[in-house]
């Protein structure tokens, strides 16, 4: 029992490694980074984090960053450097990807055990900050059980007896009057009731997954039957905790510093309470989960996928593979399954096209600004504001087009632009210009027809356009170009 | 009656939603109700998953509040993309098409570098690519395999389909040196990379592109094993054609 304790003790030591590694971040800094203390650092951002965690504003990497920005700003001025933040934001943004474990080069660390005597080399294998999807587009970090309790300062805790031990610890302090102090451990005590909400998900999550995942036999109704007492348990301290804490908050000033911590008290432990019943619930149909579960993958056919190592088992034997092979992979060998291509594509909803609809949008003209006659310094809209076209050299490219000896091929004409080493978006205009002179509904005086050519020149193909001028009658037959809209 | 047509209707607005990649339930109340509905009720999870699989859809993975829908096509669903239809080119040339697919191979390799990482929980965010990366690690492996054949003869003339897909690569350069003309390796990572941002699998943060959680379900719940799975069929069950 003594080995065990030991090698627990052993581990969690090891889990603040990580954060002892960051000082070799020393030999990464210049004379403008140097004076940063990392580890300081380190544990603000483990306190931002956990301050969100659990809330709807969870802590992105952006947020993170700004609030180490005074902090850092501070350090600067103890060093007697001058930075700024653009500098800070880049070095904070390097602790923190290091503390993410980003690129995966980081090895399990390694130890020797004893077990039975014998010495053993382990491998522990952990995070300390996660970054995650909290929607679609938005990530945030969280902390892993390891990083929390490092940030506690209780290394080897289960999260039961933590709590326990923290609830106990916050009434002492609110009855002794420490009021700041209780305040603190609140504050830890909310943290870890959303540790031991991570841990039941956990599980209801791994039994969604794959039933055989977990021990429902022995260890899960053991676990369960446990949760529920304890919850019930502490719902009925934290309950005792926020009674005691607002018979406190009657008797002081309202704008008193201990009045707004008491607050401040009783406002976690409510949050405790209403997460401790939100997972009451949860336990008392975790049962229920696991028999569904049960029975939907008991007659679900379990498909054998095979994980593979996508650089070994699929790219590689693809670029060895004879071309026809490799293309048969990607595009689908025969009807009935896919290839690589589409698979990895997705999925692409049918559209109709409109090239005339398409052509007119990428021409339109830009939009002109409202002036307004509010004094110069309030503003808002600036010329440099202004919503710039695709194509802002379009009346000196018209006039160009216009001179253009006619007649001449669209292909002449991308050929001579491109020899002038004109952009891309030239060429592009040039392209759509032809196209809309070739709908014969524009007030310029020639137009473009099909020729019996297709052409092919680096992006473009297609008909080879003929350019010419309109005849007499045809310049008077035009429709009056309207106004543009605005 | 009603409540079965109110039931149907909403499966298909569902699917519809999952359709538009910009779509997001964060932005859309209507979405995000579905979304709730989906998850609540299972007879309504039936009714979109039988008239997804009508459609020729599958939804991968599973769904969660407050996220979109994923959606991959079934083999021959008009979903689909076909990959000559990857380029509205007319010189699409096989050559093209191979180094077209081959990219987006090595960037769900490089998203997904060891085999665990398809284990990985779905929340977390994987990290982010470089159009760099995807050209070097393609690179590396055909001058690896390069070196490997310098004691085989060289390809017979005349039989092109017969040469390995890693000379294909290797007769691609990989920047341009100023002839705007040539088609590169990188200009068609950047374009794979530009498709992919497209469908918001992608997100693209200066020169990196970060994969996001539609893309990490696609690959981890499906694609990975099924591209896999062609690659298998295509080589012979136990790649002897290697």
């Known amino acids: 029992m003594q080995h065990l304790q030991l090698t627990r003790r052993l581990r969690a030591l090891l889990y603040s490694e990580p954060l002892l590694k960051l000082r070799s971040l020393n030999d990464e800094r210049d004379s403008q980074t140097h004076h940063y203390d990392c580890i300081t650092l380190a544990i603000y951002i483990f306190n931002r984090i956990v301050e969100s965690m659990g809330l709807d504003d969870e802590a992105s990497i952006e947020a993170v960053i700004n609030f180490l920005l005074p902090l850092m700003s501070e350090m600067d001025a103890l060093a007697d450097i001058e930075t700024n933040d653009e500098h800070r934001r880049h070095f904070a943004r390097k602790i923190i990807e290091r503390l993410i474990d980003r690129s995966r080069e980081q090895l399990p660390t390694e130890y020797v055990d ?15 900050v996660k970054e995650h999807w909290i929607s679609d587009e938005r990530t945030a970090l969280e902390l892993s059980p390891q990083a929390i309790n490092l940030y506690l300062n ?15 610890v916050t009434l002492s302090q609110i009855k002794s009057g420490r009021i700041e102090q209780a305040a603190a451990s609140a504050r830890d005590a909310r943290i870890r009731s959303i540790q031991f909400r991570n841990k039941i998900d956990q599980i209801l999550k791994d039994t969604r997954s794959d039933v055989s995942l977990v021990d429902w036999r022995e260890e899960v109704p053991k676990m369960l039957d446990g949760a529920l007492v304890h919850i019930d348990s502490r719902i009925n301290t934290e309950e005792n905790i926020s009674k005691t804490v607002r018979e406190r908050l009657a008797l002081l000033e309202p704008d008193s510093k201990e009045a707004i911590q008491s607050r401040t008290i009783a406002t976690l432990m409510d949050d405790c309470i209403k997460r401790h019943s939100e997972l009451l619930t949860l336990l008392i149909n975790a049962r229920r989960v696991f028999l569904s579960e049960q029975a939907r993958q008991s007659f679900a056919m379990r498909v054998s996928v095979s994980l593979p190592n996508l650089r070994a088992d699929v790219l590689e034997p ?12 990607l595009d689908g060998v025969e009807a009935g399954y896919e290839g690589a291509m589409p698979v990895l594509l997705g999925v692409r909803v049918p ?20 002036k307004t006659s509010v004094p110069g310094d309030q503003r808002i809209w600036d010329e440099e504001h202004t919503e710039l076209p695709r194509y802002p050299f379009a009346p000196e490219q018209d006039e160009w087009l216009n001179l253009q000896p ?5 292909s002449a004409l991308l050929k001579d632009a491109a020899a002038k080493a004109e952009n891309q978006a030239l060429l592009e205009y040039i392209t759509l210009a032809t196209l809309q002179a070739f709908d014969g509904e524009t007030a310029i005086d020639w137009q473009s027809e099909r020729s019996s050519e297709i052409f092919e020149y680096e992006e473009f193909w297609g008909d080879d356009l003929e350019l010419r001028q309109k005849l007499p009658d045809e310049l008077n037959a035009l429709p009056k170009t309207p106004e543009p809209t605005q | 009656m009603n409540d079965t047509n109110d039931d149907l209707h909403d499966a298909g607005r569902l699917l519809q939603f999952a359709l538009q990649p910009s779509a997001v339930p964060e932005r859309s109340e209507e ?24 459609l020729g859809l599958l939804i991968v993975g599973e769904p969660r509040r407050n996220r979109s829908l994923i959606l991959a096509p079934q083999p021959e669903s008009v979903f689909a993309i076909a990959s000559r239809d990857y380029r509205a080119a007319q010189n ?7 180094i077209d697919g081959l990219i987006h191979v090595a960037i769900a390799a490089c998203v997904y570098p060891r085999d665990a990482d398809l284990l990985e929980d779905l929340r977390t965010s994987r990290r982010s690519v470089t159009i760099d990366e995807i050209e070097k690690t393609l690179r590396q492996i055909v001058e690896r395999l390069e070196e490997a054949s310098r004691n085989d003869p060289d390809p017979l003339a005349g039989e092109e389909g017969l040469s390995e897909a890693w000379r294909i690569y290797k007769s691609f350069r990989e920047t341009s040196e100023g002839n705007r003309a040539l088609l590169t390796t990188r200009k068609m990572i950047e374009k794979a990379f530009e498709n992919l941002c497209d469908r918001r699998c992608f997100r693209k943060d200066g020169k990196t592109y970060q994969p996001l959680p539609r893309y990490q379900i696609l ?22 054609n290697l």
């Open chain 1, 154 to 168: 209780a290394f080897d805790f289960d999260i039961e007896d933590a709590q326990i031990a923290i609830e106990a």
């Open chain 1, 406 to 410: 006619k007649p001449i091929r669209l």
């Open chain 1, 114 to 128: 004893f077990g039975d005597g014998k010495a053993v080399r382990r491998k522990l294998d952990f995070y300390l």
């Open chain 1, 318 to 329: 693809l670029l060895a593979a004879p071309q026809k092979t490799a293309l048969a992979a």
């Open chain 2, 31 to 54: 979405y995000s109700r579905l979304i709730e509905k989906y998850l609540d009720r299972t007879d309504f999870r039936e009714d979109v998953r039988r008239i997804a699989d009508g």
């Open chain 2, 219 to 240: 690959v981890q719940e499906h694609a990975a094993s099924q591209i896999h799975q062609a690659v298998k069929r295509a080589l012979g069950t136990d790649g002897e």
């Open chain 2, 92 to 98: 699409y040339t096989t050559e093209k098409r191979l």
């Open chain 1, 351 to 370: 559209q109709v096209f409109s090239l005339r609809q398409e052509i007119s949008w990428l021409l339109r003209p830009a939009r002109e600004l409202q």
